[in-house]
């Protein structure tokens, strides 16, 4: 019985509970018995997939990271004046996020204690630094207020996209749905940080 539900799961579902399980939990909070308590599977069947936790954290935050880079990918971020890309680059982050919304809730509270979280924290930090370039090169170009500190509003900016993971939660046929959030949060945002607001 247990060969079969071990066949029963993929790696695929088994990162998805272990993201439910480690936002529980807490990552070190987390054991190799809870995961498989959780997936109702045996250790042993856990270590067919993975190498163990941590591998499941790098998958996870990995995942989260790749949709947040990728989006620095696109045309929108890509192409036209700073104002719009960063306007852009702020929309799809919060797309990625409510799509993705276990793992990026997952990389937003990892804190460093381990090799996998110290990476995730590094990257994090890229990404947001890609984002404040946009800012600052929006700021030079004359598009943003110049009585704004734009290391400030980068925080706020990013505070504000960061702290849907808390309350958001996708409600089918009612609340509110991805591109609403999405641009409320960048008309919140930009419409206060324009020079033609």
């Known amino acids: 019985m247990t060969t079969a539900r071990r066949d029963a799961y993929t790696p695929e579902t088994l990162l998805t509970v272990a993201v439910r399980i480690f936002n529980e939990r807490g990552y070190d909070g987390t054991s190799m018995e809870h995961l498989s308590k959780a997936a109702g599977i045996s250790k042993s069947s856990i270590y067919h997939h993975v190498a163990g936790k941590e591998e499941l954290l790098r998958r996870a935050v990995s995942r989260a990271l ?106 089918p046929g009612g609340g509110y749905d991805a591109d609403q959030v999405a641009e409320t949060v960048v008309q919140l945002a930009f419409d206060g940080l324009r020079t033609d607001s």
């Not at 409510?98 to 990404?127: D, I, S």
């Not at 505070?159 to 958001?168: A, I, K, P, T």
């Open 66 to 171: 790749d949709s947040l880079f990728a989006i620095l990918e696109e045309n929108g971020a890509r192409r036209g004046r700073a104002i719009e890309r960063v306007e852009y680059v702020t929309r799809r982050t919060v797309e990625v996020l409510v799509a993705e919304l276990p793992y990026v809730t997952l990389l937003l509270r990892v804190r460093g204690n381990t090799k996998t979280e110290r990476w995730a924290l590094e990257r994090r930090r890229e990404f947001d630094q890609r984002v404040a370039d946009l800012l600052k090169a929006a700021a030079a170009d004359g598009d943003l207020r110049a009585d704004v500190d734009i290391r400030l509003a980068t925080r706020l900016l990013f505070g504000m996209v960061n702290s849907l993971v808390e309350w958001y939660r996708p409600h």
